[in-house]
Antibody, heavy 118, light 111 residues
Framework: EVPLVESGGDWVQPGGSLRLSCVAS????????MNWIRHTPEKGLELLAN????????YYLDSVKGRFTVSRDNAKNSLFLQMNNLRVEDTGVYYC???????????WGQGTLVTVSS | DGVVTQSPLFLPVTLGQPASISCKSS???????????LHWFQQRPGHAPRLLIY???NRGSGVPDRFSGSGSGTDFTLRISRVEVEDVGIYYC????????FGQGTKVEIK
């Protein structure tokens, strides 16, 4: 069983929006810190956003603050990333990961590709 | 925030021979709780990254014992005792002490 499965990646024009989803299984999602990681050719791997079990625990990379919003539905074991005002440099593969402790990413999704281009 | 720098960025290796990758942090990665949050990940071609080593020297689930990690403070090393074909890929260190950041990656290929 694959512990994390992302979806929602697509091609979008600059300025557009996308919502990524990640469904978890095989571990206690509701107690877990969950992160969105991005892999781009220019910047490599970057932590974009992380979210604790509570709605009040959300943190963002400076370059996506105000454009990206992380959320979760613990009843559905799901994590989301709403991405607005997308830029060409947001193009990359987006991964959902479980952060066991301070970067100890024990579970990774397979990734979903986001392409921002005119 | 902690910047981590890897070297080399490209590592051609001979099958069965050892290999090592260095990772240096701009700031100490020792937390006030006594733990050092430096981790290593492997990304094989066509796959998502996976955890190799956590907190400097602890192997992740299912990781062969030919992989080992060492170091302290700001200087860390990943070693492969005898490189196998399945070890080809990109290796990343990551610091978790501050906003989590990754090294640039080291590409391991067979000579």
């Amino acid at each position: 069983e694959v512990p994390l499965v992302e979806s929602g990646g697509d091609w979008v024009q600059p300025g557009g929006s996308l919502r990524l989803s990640c469904v978890a299984s095989g571990f206690t999602f509701s107690n877990s810190w969950m992160n969105w990681i991005r892999h781009t050719p220019e910047k490599g791997l970057e932590l974009l956003a992380n979210m604790g079990p509570s709605e009040t625990q959300k943190y963002y990379l400076d370059s996506v603050k105000g454009r990206f919003t992380v959320s979760r539905d613990n009843a559905k074991n799901s994590l989301f990333l709403q991405m607005n005002n997308l830029r060409v440099e947001d193009t990359g593969v987006y991964y959902c990961v479980r952060d066991f402790e301070y970067g100890h990413y024990d579970y990774w999704g397979q990734g979903t590709l986001v392409t921002v281009s005119s | 925030d902690g910047v981590v720098t890897q070297s080399p960025l490209f590592l051609p290796v001979t099958l069965g021979q050892p290999a090592s990758i260095s990772c240096k942090s701009s700031q100490t990665l020792v937390h006030s709780n006594g733990n050092t949050y430096l981790h290593w990940f492997q990304q094989r071609p066509g796959h998502a990254p996976r955890l190799l080593i956590y907190k400097v020297s602890n192997r992740g689930s299912g990781v062969p014992d030919r992989f080992s990690g060492s170091g302290s403070g700001t200087d860390f090393t990943l070693r492969i005792s005898r490189v196998e074909v399945e070890d080809v890929g990109i290796y990343y260190c990551m610091q978790g002490r501050y906003w989590q950041t990754f090294g640039q990656g080291t590409k391991v290929e067979i000579k």
